[in-house]
Structures are given as structure tokens and as C-alpha cells.
């Protein structure tokens, strides 16, 4: 087999062979004696000679072990799937073959006689002059797309056509957390209409995408009528207003959403309306245990924390908020004039020209954030300040929160600081996870042009030019990792699934 590849292609096989850039967070070395890691490389099985593969058509699974894309021969195209070729059709359909959640699905679009139709599981479902790319339930047994008939479309549950109509956006196919409901936006006589579990609501000028409750029994959203906006729940509509902004449920499942009336806009909890009226109000935030309730507030030109219905002190900007787990204590970062301070359980603390999104262990005993003061960037761990660098990442806390890591850069060079210890040096690092018992930490690490997966500080043996894009690794057990992988062979790229054992 051979991949064809046009300019565009090769600048994707380029992209696949490389990590991004993007740098995220690592650990450093934990153990004192470089330990064996037992090394596994599957690769993935190439397709039968005379047919050509579609390097920017290849996909893999969630779990990282099935890969499929498509491939040509004589003018017919086919899905291979872990080197089997599928069914031969006139053409497969862009964006697709793609993987259910699960990764244990396979779908992809094909044409046949003229028309185009999905092919699930290697069953062909009912043909349409153009079918979407479907959208699947979280627990990848229900799929919703659209195919069309002439000037309609055509909603598709699964294999069982809906119903037809105008128009339906392809972006307001949604399923319930536990996959037992759905909901789509359709247009029918020029307005809007929700249909939730196959059921029809009202027509609207405008709706937005319907919004889920923690218990998947209740459903929101915001439509639009003559002028006025008012909140959809359950079917049953509300009072209206001049403008309807942010809403969501709280953990126990009841609604709040924000309301405008005149140039004022106020709180409403379950139906009931807030006495006291701002010129703004901002999204609101709940603590884990959804006993406490915290929003932003904006008063003539500035801005307040709202806390429990108490308003802290004013700023000129106020921007990321964040609880703790056991939901007893609270962060936020804020601007007076050009400078930045963190808040911590109403404590102030700066000043910083930069102050980034803080972050809780999972303990909650500590609370770290990076900050920038005169061109150099450091990390504030419990108020106090760490080395500076010319740059830093967002801390990363051990599941276990009894460490702290961070990436620094200085003089040219990327090294991971572990409790306030330097790692060695590397070129460019990447894409760390914690292992979940937090006894392990991995990350993938470029020297020489070559890419190396790296544990608690040691590198494993094996070398690649790079690691799929998009990709991470993956702790499969608290002592087996997994990534996907990749090897310039004589005439095309060689993907791996590969897996590292820590003894």
C-alpha cells in the first residue's frame, strides 16, 4: 500500500509526526534508580497491495487500538479497518470513517448509485441525496443525523426517520448525559422548534440548544417571541423579558438563569425573582456540593464577587473563579487599574502583572497559580512565591494533591520543576498525566528530533519521530501506559500502539 498524499497531506503526515507545541504540565524524577520498563510496540496492519490510503483520512479509537481511513483503487472506494477493506462504494464521505465514544463502532458516509448513506458497523442504513456526520450518545448506542430529501431534511434516530423539515442545524443535535434523552432544533414555517424525545414544542423566532439537568429529568432552554425572550422548562414557558442571558441547573437540579428588564438584570431561582437588580450579571458558579453559589456582578463601572448573596470588594475586572473540592474554599483573580491580585478565602494577595486561573489540590489544602511580575513568570503556591522563569504553565497537583508540578523555560531550554526541585533539561515536553494511584508520573519528551516517553523522570528506550497529534497518554492500569506512535518507514509512516509496563 501506498499513502497519497497531496501538498496538504503531507503537511498533515508532517503534523501527525510532531507534538504540538502547546505545553501543558509534568512532574519530575521520583525514583533514585533507573528502573526496567518492559516495552510493547503493536503496529497497525497496512492494507492489501494496489490500494491507495488517504493519509488525512485516518482515525483511531479512543482506547488507541483500532485505526481505520480510507482507501482508493480503480475509481472505488473503500473503509479499511485495522487492514481489513470494507465494502467497496463510489466515494466515501469527508470527515468520516469515525469511531463511536466507545471506540468499538465504526462510521463512515458512502455514496451508492447516486446517493449517500451511513454505514454503521458495516450495516448500510436508509439512503438520503446527503446525509451529516452523525452525532452519538454518550454510551454510543443512539446516533442522531440528518439526511436530505430535495429542499428537506430529514431527522434520523438511528435507522427510524423523525421527521422532515426546512431546515435543521447540525449543531443542535444533543443527547442526555446518561443517553436516555435527546433533543434537536428544527425550522418548520419559518420558525424554530424544539423536539425533545421525539415530541414537538412550540414554534419560536429564536430558541437556544436545550440544556440537560444533573438527574436528566428536566430540560431549558431560552426562545424568543414578539420581541420578548422567556425560559422553555419542561415544556412549560415562563414570564418574559427583554433579554434572557446565562442558565443552568445546580447540582440538585433546579434552574437558575439571569434576566434583563429594562437596562437592569436580576437573578431568578425555580421561577422566583431576585429583589436585588444590577447593570450586569455574569455567569454563576456552584461548589461541588451545591451548597454555595458565587457570580459576578458589575455595579455602574465595576465589578464585584457575589458570594452566598454577600458582595465582596469592588474591581475594575474580575475574571476566573474557582472552588475547592470540599467546597469550603474559594479563589478568583482581579484587576485594579493595570495591575492583578489573587483572592484567596477573601484574602488579597499580589500585586502581579499577571495573575492566572488558580488551582485547588485535591485535598484542598493548597491552592497554586502562575503570575507574572516584570517580564519573569513564577508559581504562587499557598501565597508564597517560587523561582521565576521566563515562563511557566498552570501548577498541576498529584491526584493525591501531595505534589505540585510545573513546566519552566529558561535560557532555551524546557525542564519540569517537581516540588520546587529542576528536572533534567529537554527540547520541548509534553501532554503529562498522573498515574491515578499518584505512585507514577508520564510524559512524552523531544531530544535529538526524537520523541521519548518519559516516567517519574526516566526515559523508556524506545524512540519515534513523534506522537499523534491530539493524543496523550493514557494510564491503562496504575502500571501500563499507552500512546499512539509513530515511525517514518521506507516509503510511508508506520503507527504504533504502545505500551510501557512500570515494575
Given at each position: 500500500?501506498?499513502?497519497?498524499?497531496?501538498?496538504?497531506?503531507?503537511?498533515?503526515?508532517?503534523?501527525?509526526?510532531?507534538?504540538?507545541?502547546?505545553?501543558?504540565?509534568?512532574?519530575?524524577?521520583?525514583?533514585?534508580?533507573?528502573?526496567?520498563?518492559?516495552?510493547?510496540?503493536?503496529?497497525?496492519?497496512?492494507t492489501?497491495?494496489g490500494?491507495?490510503?488517504?493519509?488525512?483520512?485516518?482515525?483511531?479509537?479512543?482506547?488507541?487500538?483500532?485505526?481505520?481511513?480510507?482507501?482508493?483503487?480503480?475509481?472505488?472506494?473503500?473503509?479499511?479497518?485495522?487492514?481489513?477493506?470494507?465494502p467497496?462504494?463510489?466515494?466515501?464521505?469527508?470527515d468520516?470513517?469515525?469511531?463511536?465514544?466507545?471506540?468499538?463502532?465504526?462510521?463512515?458516509?458512502?455514496?451508492?448509485?447516486?446517493?449517500?448513506?451511513?454505514?454503521?458497523?458495516?450495516?448500510?442504513?436508509?439512503?438520503?441525496?446527503?446525509?451529516?456526520?452523525?452525532?452519538?450518545s454518550?454510551?454510543?448506542?443512539?446516533?442522531?443525523?440528518?439526511?436530505?430529501?430535495?429542499?428537506?431534511?430529514?431527522?434520523?434516530?438511528?435507522?427510524?426517520?423523525?421527521?422532515?423539515?426546512?431546515?435543521?442545524?447540525?449543531?443542535?443535535?444533543?443527547?442526555?448525559?446518561?443517553?436516555?434523552?435527546?433533543?434537536?432544533?428544527?425550522?418548520?414555517?419559518g420558525?424554530?422548534?424544539?423536539?425533545?424525545?421525539?415530541?414537538?414544542?412550540?414554534?419560536?423566532?429564536?430558541?437556544?440548544?436545550?440544556?440537560?439537568?444533573?438527574?436528566?429529568?428536566?430540560?431549558?432552554?431560552?426562545?424568543?417571541?414578539?420581541?420578548?425572550?422567556?425560559?422553555?422548562?419542561?415544556?412549560?414557558?415562563?414570564?418574559?423579558?427583554?433579554?434572557t442571558?446565562?442558565?443552568?441547573?445546580?447540582?440538585?437540579?433546579?434552574?437558575?438563569?439571569?434576566?434583563?428588564?429594562?437596562?437592569?438584570?436580576?437573578?431568578?431561582?425555580?421561577?422566583?425573582?431576585?429583589?436585588?437588580?444590577?447593570?450586569?450579571?455574569?455567569?454563576?458558579?456552584?461548589?461541588?456540593?451545591?451548597?454555595?453559589l458565587?457570580?459576578?456582578?458589575?455595579?455602574?463601572?465595576?465589578?464585584?464577587?457575589?458570594?452566598?448573596?454577600?458582595?465582596?470588594?469592588?474591581?475594575?475586572?474580575?475574571?476566573?473563579?474557582?472552588?475547592?473540592?470540599?467546597?469550603?474554599?474559594?479563589?478568583?483573580?482581579?484587576?485594579?487599574?493595570?495591575?492583578?491580585?489573587?483572592?484567596?478565602?477573601?484574602?488579597?494577595?499580589?500585586?502581579?502583572?499577571?495573575?492566572?486561573?488558580?488551582?485547588?489540590?485535591?485535598d484542598?489544602?493548597?491552592?497554586?497559580?502562575?503570575?507574572?511580575?516584570?517580564?519573569k513568570?513564577?508559581?504562587?503556591?499557598?501565597?508564597?512565591?517560587?523561582?521565576?522563569?521566563?515562563?511557566?504553565?498552570?501548577?498541576?497537583?498529584?491526584?493525591?494533591?501531595?505534589?505540585?508540578?510545573?513546566?519552566?523555560?529558561?535560557e532555551?531550554?524546557?525542564?519540569i520543576?517537581?516540588?520546587?526541585?529542576?528536572?533534567?533539561?529537554?527540547?520541548?515536553?509534553?501532554?503529562?498525566?498522573?498515574?491515578?494511584?499518584?505512585?507514577?508520573?508520564?510524559?512524552?519528551?523531544e531530544?535529538?528530533?526524537?520523541?521519548?516517553?518519559?516516567?517519574?523522570?526516566?526515559?523508556?528506550?524506545?524512540?519515534?519521530?513523534?506522537?499523534?497529534?491530539?493524543?496523550?497518554?493514557?494510564?491503562?492500569?496504575?502500571?501500563r501506559?499507552?500512546?499512539?506512535?509513530?515511525?517514518?518507514?521506507?516509503?510511508?509512516?508506520?503507527?504504533?500502539?504502545?505500551?510501557?509496563?512500570?515494575?
Open positions: 500500500m501506498r499513502l497519497k498524499m497531496n501538498v496538504t497531506e503531507r503537511m498533515i503526515i508532517r503534523m501527525l509526526g510532531c507534538i504540538t507545541a502547546c505545553l501543558l504540565f509534568f512532574a519530575s524524577a521520583i525514583f533514585a534508580a533507573s528502573p526496567v520498563f518492559k516495552e510493547t510496540l503493536s503496529p497497525f496492519p497496512l492489501a497491495e490500494w491507495t490510503g488517504y493519509a488525512v483520512s485516518i482515525k483511531f479509537s479512543s482506547n488507541y487500538t483500532d485505526m481505520a481511513y480510507v482507501a482508493s483503487r480503480n475509481k472505488k472506494f473503500a473503509v479499511v479497518h485495522n487492514g481489513k477493506i470494507g467497496v462504494y463510489d466515494g466515501i464521505g469527508q468520516t470513517p469515525i469511531f463511536s465514544p466507545d471506540g468499538k463502532r465504526i462510521i463512515y458516509k458512502a455514496k451508492k448509485s447516486g446517493k449517500w448513506l451511513l454505514v454503521v458497523d458495516n450495516k448500510e442504513l436508509p439512503s438520503y441525496e446527503a446525509v451529516s456526520t452523525p452525532v452519538f454518550p454510551d454510543s448506542t443512539r446516533m442522531l443525523y440528518i439526511g436530505q430529501k430535495g429542499e428537506k431534511h430529514c431527522l434520523v434516530l438511528n435507522d427510524r426517520e423523525i421527521g422532515c423539515y426546512e431546515k435543521i442545524p447540525t449543531d443542535r443535535l444533543t443527547f442526555s448525559g446518561d443517553s436516555a434523552r435527546w433533543a434537536a432544533i428544527v425550522m418548520k414555517k420558525e424554530y422548534v424544539v423536539i425533545l424525545d421525539g415530541k414537538e414544542g412550540a414554534p419560536y423566532e429564536r430558541v437556544t440548544p436545550p440544556l440537560c439537568s444533573p438527574d436528566n429529568r428536566r430540560v431549558a432552554y431560552t426562545a424568543k417571541r414578539s420581541g420578548k425572550w422567556m425560559i422553555v422548562v419542561d415544556g412549560k414557558e415562563g414570564p418574559t423579558w427583554d433579554a442571558g446565562v442558565f443552568l441547573f445546580n447540582p440538585d437540579s433546579q434552574l437558575y438563569y439571569t434576566a434583563q428588564k429594562g437596562d437592569k438584570w436580576r437573578l431568578i431561582i425555580e421561577g422566583k425573582e431576585g429583589t436585588t437588580t444590577y447593570d450586569g450579571i455574569g455567569l454563576p458558579v456552584f461548589s461541588p456540593d451545591g451548597k454555595h458565587s457570580m459576578l456582578v458589575v455595579k455602574g463601572k465595576k465589578y464585584h464577587m457575589n458570594i452566598d448573596g454577600k458582595e465582596e470588594a469592588a474591581w475594575d475586572e474580575i475574571q476566573v473563579l474557582n472552588y475547592s473540592s470540599n467546597s469550603k474554599r474559594i479563589a478568583y483573580n482581579a484587576r485594579k487599574g493595570e495591575t492583578w491580585f489573587m483572592i484567596v478565602d477573601g484574602q488579597t494577595q499580589g500585586p502581579y502583572d499577571v495573575a492566572s486561573m488558580p488551582v485547588f489540590s485535591s484542598s489544602r493548597h491552592v497554586a497559580f502562575a503570575a507574572k511580575r516584570d517580564s513568570w513564577f508559581i504562587v503556591m499557598d501565597g508564597r512565591e517560587e523561582t521565576s522563569y521566563n515562563i511557566v504553565t498552570t501548577p498541576l497537583f498529584s491526584p493525591d494533591g501531595k505534589h505540585i508540578s510545573y513546566i519552566a523555560q529558561k532555551g531550554i524546557w525542564l520543576v517537581t516540588d520546587g526541585k529542576e528536572g533534567p533539561a529537554y527540547a520541548k515536553v509534553a501532554n503529562p498525566v498522573w498515574s491515578p494511584d499518584s505512585k507514577h508520573l508520564a510524559y512524552m519528551a531530544m535529538s528530533e526524537l520523541w521519548v516517553v518519559c516516567i517519574d523522570g526516566w526515559r523508556a528506550q524506545n524512540t519515534f519521530g513523534g506522537f499523534l497529534k491530539g493524543t496523550s497518554l493514557k494510564f491503562i492500569t496504575p502500571n501506559i499507552r500512546a499512539l506512535a509513530m515511525k517514518q518507514g521506507k516509503t510511508q509512516p508506520v503507527f504504533f500502539t504502545y505500551e510501557i509496563e512500570i515494575p
